[in-house]
């Protein structure tokens, strides 16, 4: 799918925000059909789904995402009307209500003719950005000529605020450890994993996936300060064991790390921007299980949530959009990056079907926050599709 330039500045002014995100179950009858959304077109055996839905009713059969967007919403729309910009705030997601081709339809009634979408995910690739304005676009086309104009605000990796808020994060975190392993205690940074293949092709002229994760890792162990022995490893890993995807896995990770004499771990959830299922059941659940079979101390710092810093820095990415002139700030060796994204950046593997109908449920794809918990392909698929960012 050619993908018209979202990012591209009309004359009408903006008067919209837009948070996109992937969505979630909110309870236990939602999971059988959120997943049945998720994998549409794919052929899951009900088996499979009924195996990975035991996940999320570990946890009540509610994925944390919404709430948390809903109080990440609440955050940003505070932020806005303290600082005067007066924009309504309007929520759509991938895969669950509320989805996005009824949110552009809703908007669209209100007259909204120009938003900007923020995309809780801060990195670039097929799931962390393509995919998301594949979403978009579709989602305009559903409504048709009408629909408002959006523009998806750049990646936010290496934003102060981002940043910041990690840090902080992970020094609450060291500071659960004992004070006889806090200072030799080493972070782990945790990322969503995907295909070599689709971090081959992120970004503009590809790599950019890993490459703005050890940026960001880097920027937050500097931050952290107290010299920190600091890797990045990858969680939340399916499909064919033929399939090579971004290694090492935290499991594999955790157990080199005994085997150095690590005794004190903190994970950071670099890759995600909120406490989700993935985040919730791979890091609290079965990363801490590891750990402890390992006799290892692992702590988990807390993602960016409604961090204030983070709210602060969603709304300067808006600003920029709103005030050409303002500063787009950016930590770090990288620079603020590319905006708008090129229309052919973070191309989908070869052979793997994008997005050309009108949204429906589940119109795109096993991409995205939460991506293994409904992971159920065999063969060849595996290779042509890919996990998050993102939350």
């Known amino acids: ?46 088996e499979r789904l009924a195996e990975v839905a035991g996940h999320y009713r570990h946890f009540g059969g509610v994925s944390p995402i919404n709430e948390q967007n809903r109080a990440l919403i609440a955050a940003v729309e505070m932020d806005l ?14 895969n669950w209500h509320p989805y996005l081709a009824d949110t552009v339809a809703r908007m669209t009634e209100d007259g909204v003719r120009r938003a900007v979408a923020f995309v809780t995910s801060a990195y670039a690739g097929y799931s962390a950005c393509r995919q998301y304005r594949e979403d978009l676009a579709a989602a305009r086309a559903a409504v048709g000529p009408s629909a408002p104009s959006i523009d ?36 782990a940074f945790v990322a969503h994993s995907i295909p070599t293949t689709m971090a081959a092709s992120s970004g503009p002229s590809g790599g950019a996936y890993p490459d703005q994760l050890i940026e960001a890792a880097r920027l937050v162990a500097e931050g952290v300060g ?30 080199t790390l005994a085997t150095r004499g690590v005794t004190d771990v903190v994970a950071v959830p670099i890759g ?21 079979t390992l006799g290892l101390r692992l702590v988990r710092a807390a993602t960016v949530g409604t961090d204030p810093d983070f709210v602060t820095a969603i709304r300067e990415l808006v600003l920029e959009r709103l005030e050409p002139s303002s500063p787009r700030r950016a930590s ?34 096993r991409g995205g926050i939460e991506m293994r918990h409904w992971t159920a392909y065999a063969g060849a698929e595996e290779a042509q599709t890919d996990g998050r960012a993102g939350t």
């Open 272 to 292: 995600f921007v909120s406490d989700h299922m993935e985040v919730r059941y791979d890091l609290d659940v079965e990363a801490r299980e590891r750990a402890d």
């Open 152 to 187: 998806k605000l750049r990646h936010y990796y290496n934003h102060p605020g981002f940043v910041s808020a990690m840090v902080r994060s992970t020094r609450l975190a060291l500071a659960e450890l004992p004070p006889a392993g806090r200072d030799r205690a080493h972070l």
């Open 81 to 94: 009307y303290r600082h005067g910009i007066a924009l309504p705030v309007y929520w759509g997601n991938r």
């Open 332 to 365: 770090g060796r990288s620079g603020p990056g590319w905006d708008p994204c090129p229309p052919d950046c973070c191309r989908a593997a070869e052979g793997r079907p994008t997005t050309t109908e009108g949204p429906r449920p589940g119109f795109s794809t």
């Open 1 to 46: 799918m050619r993908l018209p330039r979202l990012g591209r500045m009309p004359e009408q002014p903006v008067d919209a925000f837009l948070l996109v995100s992937f969505g979630g179950p909110e309870g236990p009858d939602d999971v059988l059909p959120f997943l049945r959304n998720v994998t549409r077109g794919r052929g899951v055996p009900e």
């Open 226 to 255: 107290g010299g920190h022995r600091w890797e990045l490893a990858y969680s939340s890993r399916s499909g064919a064991p033929r399939t090579p995807w971004l290694e090492p896995d935290i499991g594999d990770h955790l157990a």
